[in-house]
């Protein structure tokens, strides 16, 4: 049982390791069998540390149209799953978490990507669109905000869901310098996400 454990333990590691490695031939073509191991429990986020740390809030709102036509306003999604962490400090859910993780893999791309897209940015040259394997990971994220985002507003619909919309809001933090300016609020954007059925969803 012992090597049994171990193996175990050494082939999470040896996955979790080669998630972060550099774009490569062997990553893309095992991408969706790492995915689905790690993603939501176990996906890595490293942006927590230098060089480039977190400088934004994230979180989702969602809304539903009914079955009548009538589309509900926006609830937040994230804030209610905040707070049970925040109130329960030693046992607190992972729910907050799965949001988070999620944002990432939204928006995130390989590092050595990113930079040749900002190149070509700068030098005004057409951007290099998003691969198959990053368009298939935005869109597995989008539906799964879209998934959650209906299991948290269940009685949303009196007479049932038809399709549910995330919005997805980027709070910029006001630099450090600013912390005390009394009108700095960082700046807030927002990317609505398309509409999916919740049959799809289910």
């Known amino acids: 049982m012992l090597l049994v454990g171990a193996a175990l ?25 790492m995915t689905r191991y790690l993603h939501p429990y176990f996906t890595q986020n490293w942006m927590l540390f230098a060089p480039d740390p977190l400088t934004d809030d994230r979180g989702i709102l ?71 394997i990053e368009r298939t990971s935005r869109d597995d994220a989008a539906r799964f905000l879209a998934r959650f985002s209906l299991t948290q507003m269940p009685q949303a619909c009196a007479d049932g869901t038809e399709s549910i919309q995330v919005r997805v809001y980027y709070h910029e933090m006001p630099p450090w310098s600013q912390r005390n300016r009394p009108l700095t609020g960082g700046k807030v954007s927002a990317q609505d996400l398309e509409w999916l059925k919740a049959e799809d969803l289910r």
């Open 9 to 33: 333990l050494g082939f999470h590691f040896l996955v979790a390791a080669f998630s972060q490695a550099p774009l490569s031939p062997p990553k893309l073509r095992y991408y969706d069998a």
């Open 62 to 132: 969602a809304r539903a149209r009914c079955g009548d036509g009538s589309v509900t306003p926006y609830y937040d999604v994230t804030t209610p799953t905040i707070k049970s962490t925040q109130d329960s400090r030693f046992f607190p859910p992972r729910t907050a978490r799965l949001i988070s993780s999620t944002l990432q893999q939204l928006t995130q791309s390989d590092p050595v990507l990113s930079r040749i897209r900002e190149a070509e940015k700068q030098k005004k040259s057409p951007v290099l669109p998003l691969l198959p």
